[in-house]
Each structure stands twice: as C-alpha cells, then as structure tokens.
C-alpha cells in the first residue's frame, strides 16, 4: 500500500545541471501536483495536473517542467538547475479536483550548489 | 493573486495549555483543508470543511470554517508532546484544480 512514491529522496547538483524527479501514485487518482517547500513559505504550487493528458501552471513555475507520462505518473523536470531552487519538493496527488484531501509522498531534498 | 495568511508563524507551549492557530484567505473559499506535518516527515491530511459556519471536531481538535468562508480556525485543546509538528490550512476554490496553503504555524510543546 505504496500511495505516493517520489525518487530520489536526497539530491545534490551543481548549477547549470539537469534532473527529473519522479513521482508515481498507486491510489488511481486522477490529479496530480508538484509543490515546494521552503523555510516560513509554506508550500507553494509549482505545476499541477488535473487529469491525465493536462498539465497547468501553479504559482512558481519558472525553471521548472513538467510530463503527466501516464495516469499514475507525473515527473518535474529542472533543466538548468539554479541555487534559488534548492528545496524540498513534495508530490501529492487527490481523486479528482480541489475538494478531495491530498495525499503526500515523502518529499526530495534537493540542494544546488 | 489569491492569498493565505496563517498566524502565529510559531507557538511554544507548556504540555496541557490549549492552542490556537487562524487561517486567512483573501478571496472566499469552497472549502479549506487541514494538514499536519512533523518534523522532517510530509503533510498529512487531517480534515475538509465545506459549509460555512462548520465546526468539526476529532477528539481534542476542533475545526471552524468562517460564516463568510474566509477564514479558518484549527483549536488544540490540552496540547501533549505528540501535536508537536507544523500546522498548515489550505484553501480550494470552485471550479479549479488547485490548493492555496497558508504558510504554517509551528507547535512546540514543551514537557
């Protein structure tokens, strides 16, 4: 009874590198979210997917991409990694829409040097 | 943009005194969920209030949903070492896909 399964846990790149993290969910729900968590900033929405085959931006999505690959499945991708992006970041996903509780995977501690 | 403003940001408490954090939204809301967050862990949902003026309680927690849908309150009665964590509100709106989250308050009990 996996829920939501993210990779890797812990990171660390240099600046200008690339990365994807993954994200994968058991529960067969249809949305799907990427968000990120800093110190006294809450968690702030980067991408998010309603439902397969759509994705839309959330309130931080600059240097960020990311791919719904399928319904269980939805990676965010950094291309040219930059200090200002480390982070822990956290998926979550929730049956359909924003009435239904979010449930979170154990979050990627990524740090950029 | 929609905002959500969460006080205090910090509370350190005596074991068994009670606890109060507030949760502000700057657009009304269609609903608003509670999460609670330990220490290096991830959010986990507590609750979902959906009509205004609710109150809802799980055993020494109590939730309140503003009469104009608004705002939100989350009430620990008697605090033990367990409530230890951060408390976060979030806010959905009709017709969209997405949450707003305040920016947390944090609970420290002190034994």
């Known amino acids: 009874n996996a829920g939501v399964t993210q990779t890797p846990k812990f990171q660390v790149l240099k600046t200008g590198q690339s990365m994807t993290l993954q994200c994968a969910q058991d529960?067969?729900?249809?949305?799907m979210y990427w968000y990120r968590q800093d110190p006294g900033m809450g968690l702030r929405l980067i991408y998010y997917s309603a439902s397969e085959g759509t994705t839309d931006k959330g309130e931080v999505p600059n240097g960020y991409n990311v791919s719904r690959l399928n319904k269980r499945e939805f990676s965010l991708r950094l291309e040219s990694a930059a200090p200002s992006q480390t982070s822990v970041y956290f998926c979550?996903?929730?049956?359909?829409?924003?009435?239904?509780?979010?449930?979170f995977g154990d979050g990627t501690r990524l740090s950029i040097l | 943009g929609q905002q959500v403003m969460q006080i205090p940001q910090y509370q350190h408490v005596q074991e068994g005194e009670d606890f109060t954090t507030y949760c502000n939204s700057s657009?009304?809301?269609?609903?608003i969920q509670w999460y609670k967050q330990r220490p290096g862990g991830h959010p986990v949902f507590l609750i979902q209030l959906v009509k205004s003026g609710e109150v809802k309680k799980q055993k020494r927690l109590t939730f309140q949903f503003g009469e104009a849908k608004k705002n939100s309150s989350l009430h620990i009665t008697a605090t033990q070492t367990t409530d230890v964590g951060t408390y976060f509100c979030a806010g959905g709106t009709s017709g969209t896909y997405k949450y707003i989250f305040g920016t947390g308050t944090r609970l420290k009990v002190l034994a």
């Open positions: 657009t009304t809301l269609s609903n």
């Open positions: 979550a996903s929730t049956l359909s829409g924003s009435n239904q509780p979010q449930h």
């Open positions: 529960m067969n729900h249809n949305s």
